[in-house]
């Protein structure tokens, strides 16, 4: 039992420990978001995590690595998730501000500005947030009158249109109500042929009559009694 305790703090002893593996990744993505290559940043800090999922320092990096990455549904994520928690001011305030950008450049400007309130809560005097707090109440005014604008075009359109098919509506009827004189004319050429037609029919028919007339006569007096 003694061998194996000396065993294992022997192990425990040749390889460093989980914190320090997991600085040392910290460190590595540090200089890899400095030159600009954030995706394998991203990597390590996501390997940092898994070490320590816990870690403030690993999850407000891979945030800034996300973001950088274009990512910033998953960047707002990250960051809401850091304010929730218990950190110094100092901290807090970094957080709501990277929160807020990453509203800020999904364009939901009412969520980025409540973010950038509540970090200038944490730290009044960040000239950073105060400008950008400013800028996202400019782009919510402008969104809201792109908004109103489009909502506006599109009634336009509809009356238009609404319009457009009730000219056509009355038009319609108008033309149920009176024919053209072409139309006209040409129902009065076709009667005058449908009638022609049945005097002819009717004389061919009298003719029949007779005949048969004739027929039976003529029938009736050779008939066998």
Request: without cysteine.
């Amino acid at each position: 039992m003694k061998n194996q305790i000396i065993f294992i703090l022997v192990i425990l002893l040749g390889f460093p420990s989980f914190a320090q593996k997991e600085n040392a990744l910290l460190r590595q993505g540090n200089r890899k978001f400095d030159n600009g290559n954030f995706k394998e940043a991203e990597k390590d800090y996501r390997k940092a995590l898994e070490l320590n999922k816990e870690s403030v320092k690993g999850q407000f990096n891979l945030g800034a690595a996300v973001y950088k990455n274009n990512n910033f549904e998953e960047s707002a994520k990250i960051y809401s998730n850091l304010a929730g928690k218990n950190q110094d001011r100092a901290i807090q305030s970094k957080v709501f501000h990277n929160q807020g950008n990453s509203f800020l450049q999904s364009k939901e400007y009412d969520k980025s500005i409540l973010a950038y309130k509540n970090a200038l809560m944490n730290n009044p005097k960040d000239l950073d947030t105060k400008y950008n707090l400013e800028y996202a109440k400019m782009m919510l005014k402008k969104q809201q009158q792109q908004q109103q604008q489009q909502n506006k075009d599109k009634q336009d359109k509809k009356d238009q249109q609404d319009k457009k098919d009730q000219n056509k509506d009355q038009n319609k009827d108008k033309n149920q109500e009176k024919p053209p004189q072409d139309q006209k004319k040409i129902s009065k050429d076709d009667a005058e042929r449908m009638l022609e037609a049945l005097k002819n029919d009717e004389k061919k028919t009298m003719q029949k009559v007779k005949k048969q007339q004739a027929k039976v006569q003529v029938s009736g007096v050779d008939k066998d009694w």
